[in-house]
């Protein structure tokens, strides 16, 4: 049997918007042949999400999840095509699990194309510099900074970020998986984090040079 690799898979959901083990096991099942795949997924009504991207998702819900004794908070709005889907226990768990995901992974934007170009430039210098620093060869640097963008973006970017009940899956995958199953289109619309004193210089007391300033007086 031919091997399922990451790539095949990549293909196989651009194509046809399934999720990420349904083109897996339809790969699996079809020997690695892309178009009996496709077929396969077709059959199985698993490969509707990729045209569901063009609907109007007005609906949804906004969310609160609270985290540690209320040290960290978040608000998330996700949104889908109609109230029913809105009020049924699915489409209520994905947005709890990204209300939890948010608390424990702290992403700063929802997608790559929300990374501002100046941090993007700023982080594509720093790697740059650390490859420099390790005696990589000029030819590959480039190759190399841009595979560590990738990495970068898995670590700031909500979507592209593993996540964090299922490692083995992106939050982007996630969704993909609820859209096949649900029937609907759904979109992370946004999301703010709130933790318990960022933003604040916390004063930093020195004990002692407060007890000898006292003894001077």
């Known amino acids: ?28 099942e079809c020997n690695c042949e892309l178009e009996k795949a496709c077929d396969y997924l077709r059959e199985k009504g698993l490969a509707a999400a990729a045209k569901k991207g063009g609907r109007i998702a007005a609906e949804g819900t906004i969310e609160s ?21 809105a009020r049924g226990d699915e489409f209520k768990a994905l947005v709890r699990d990204m209300g939890l995901h948010i608390a424990a992974a702290n992403p700063q934007y929802l997608n790559k194309e929300d990374v501002p170009a100046d941090v993007l430039q700023h982080e594509r210098d720093i790697l740059k510099a650390q490859a420099l620093n390790e005696g990589k060869p000029e030819k590959i640097i480039e190759k190399m900074v841009e595979g560590r963008i990738e990495k970068f973006y898995k670590e700031v970017c909500l979507m592209e970020q593993a996540f964090v009940k299922d490692p083995d899956k992106s939050v982007r995958d996630l969704v993909l998986d609820k859209v096949a199953k649900i029937g609907e289109r759904i979109v992370i619309r946004r999301f703010t984090r709130y933790e318990l004193g960022a933003g604040i210089e916390k004063r930093q007391d020195d004990f002692a040079a407060d007890v000898m300033k006292e003894l001077n007086r």
């Open 1 to 28: 049997m031919a091997e399922v690799t990451a790539a095949l898979v990549k293909e196989l959901r651009e194509r046809t918007g399934a999720g990420m083990m349904d083109c897996k096991k339809a790969l699996i």
């Open 65 to 85: 999840y609270i985290h540690g004794g209320g040290r960290i908070g978040v608000l998330i709005e996700v949104n889908c095509e109609t109230d029913f889907v």
